[in-house]
């Protein structure tokens, strides 16, 4: 066995991991923070905070008489309430009849309805706040392209004759005048697509002539985990010259070409760092959200693509990142539900669900391009775990909202039988569906 060659993979399955056990305890932890300082305020005592479940790591109680631990299994975390039976809730431990008025008071049983509703729902909202704050950051770090758009750096490409510059301000492309940023990408839908285009410039003053390529060359941006282009060895930066052979000079080119390959292998000529090699890969059928709210299956290599530039940037300001921060979460959730719905009825392949294999994958993958992808991540799956986390299914805390609504309109709870037995069921149905998803990570 050649051990040494296995040494790349193995470095790869630890980067994997590690990041995947940090996003998830960074979520995990801001999920059960909600449930445990809501619950605090609301008069309801938490006597174990734990990160991870099984034997206990390390702990310390603090001067409130919380048990503060790290578990051996980072695979999620639970908040024990004074009375509780075990880490869900799902019932008392036997001892409220022996307690007096104030200090049933500080049980989660025995608290005020809206305290209890307050204290579940808080750990899918600490999820969708934490994913506004990751998504603003981001927004925030990157910044936007200013207007009127202005070069800042210039990515490596193979043209020869390339004579723009950083700092130029781009007047007009191919006599054209360059429109507002809005309506940038219609303009260059009207361009000629070839490798090179006249610019006009503004430099240092005045007006330059210069050549540059197309707007949207056939320039790899970033890749998406687990895609052919992945596994091919793609990587951001690179540009595609040739599919099967034939140029291409526009990133639309290439996108052409995988759909018009219906899945066939496809025959790629790189550049990359002035250097050319070729690369084989297979589009696959991706299920992919439409403008009718509904999906379309394409055949994608999982690439984006990019302006042969940098542009300069400038901050968005405070409330306009926090407003597109709020707009990506509610875009994922109402994705999220959409892709789910089309799941059940037969529209999309289930294979569209990821299990713990394949969110590792990604998480790894993230981490590997960079902070701000990783970021970017964390929040996306900080949105997926909230939204998860309100279905109305017995052990998550949607569950338990459904049943403090029944409490409301009848007037008491349900009875411990029937509470234990809901559990039970629902317990069942997260287990079915986590095999589900786990299978799919590995068949799919």
Known sequence: MDLIGLIPQFGNLIWTVAAFVVALSVIVAIHEYGHYIVGRWSGIHAEVFSLGFGPRIASWRDRRGTLWQISALPLGGYVKFLGDADPASAGHDGNLEQMDAATLRRTMHAAPLWARAATVAAGPVFNFVLSVLLFSGVILWQGQASDPLTIDSLRPMPADSQTLQPGDQLLRIDGADVPALEGFEAFVADLPVVPQLPYTVLRDGREVEAQGPYPYPPLVSSVSPKSAAKEAGLRAGDVIRTVDGAPVAAFEDL??????????????????????????????????????????????IGVTGGLFFEPVTESPGLGAAVSMGAGQVVFIVEQSLSGLWHMI????????????????????????????????????????????????????????????????????????????????????????????????????
Request: with cysteine.
């Open 255 to 300: 996108r052409s070409a995988v759909t018009a390959s219906k899945g066939a292998p496809l025959d790629l000529e790189i550049w990359r760092d002035g250097a050319r090699f070729e690369a084989e890969l297979t589009p696959r059928q991706t299920d992919l959200p439409a403008a009718d709210g509904g999906f379309e299956t394409r055949y994608l």
């Open 345 to 444: 009825t037969g529209a999309i392949s289930s294979c569209n669900l990821s299990g713990p294999i394949g969110i590792a994958e990604t998480s790894g993958a993230a981490a590997s391009q960079g902070l701000d992808s990783f970021i970017w991540f964390l929040a996306v799956l900080s949105t997926a775990v909230g939204l998860m986390n309100l279905f109305p299914i017995p052990v998550l805390d949607g569950g338990h909202l459904v049943f403090f609504a029944y409490e409301a309109v009848a007037g008491r709870p349900p009875s411990d039988r029937a509470l234990r037995a809901l559990m039970a069921g629902g317990l069942a149905l997260v287990l079915a569906l986590m095999a589900f998803a786990l299978t799919n990570d590995i068949f799919c």
